[in-house]
Nanobody, 114 residues
C-alpha cells in the first residue's frame, strides 16, 4: 500500500483535530496501522495502533484523549485528537505493517499553541 496523511494544522490547547491516512493498494484490512509522532529534537514515538479487526493500543500519554479508528471500506485510518496540549506538537506519521511490508506516509504537522 501507499499512504497519504492529512488533517494536521494549528490548534489552540484544549482543541481537537482529526488526522486521516488514506491507503491505496490492496489488502488494507490485513495491515496493522500505526500513528507515530516526532517532536522537534526528540525521537519518533508510537501514539496508537489498530489491527485489521479493530483492536487498539495507545501510548499512556494520549490515553483518554486520542482515538484511533479505521474504515476498511474506505482504506482509511483516523486519529481523533481531543484535549490537545502543547506537548502534542509534532509531525504525525501513519505507518502500515503486514508480514514483510512496512510502509510510511509523508507526515502531517500538528502544532498546539498555549
Amino acid at each position: 500500500v501507499q499512504l497519504q496523511a492529512s488533517g494536521g494544522g494549528l490548534v489552540q490547547a484544549g482543541g481537537s483535530l482529526r488526522l486521516s491516512c488514506a491507503a491505496s493498494g490492496r489488502s488494507f484490512v490485513r495491515y496493522t496501522m500505526y500513528w507515530l509522532r516526532q517532536a522537534p529534537g526528540k525521537q519518533r514515538e508510537l501514539v496508537a495502533s489498530i489491527t485489521g479487526d479493530g483492536s487498539t493500543n495507545y501510548a499512556d500519554s494520549v490515553k483518554g484523549r486520542f482515538t484511533i479508528s479505521r474504515d476498511n471500506a474506505k482504506n482509511t485510518v483516523y486519529l481523533q485528537m481531543n484535549s490537545l496540549k502543547p506537548r502534542d506538537t509534532a509531525v504525525y506519521y501513519c505507518n502500515a505493517k503486514w508480514l514483510i511490508y512496512d510502509t510510511w506516509g509523508q507526515g502531517t504537522l500538528v502544532t498546539v499553541s498555549s
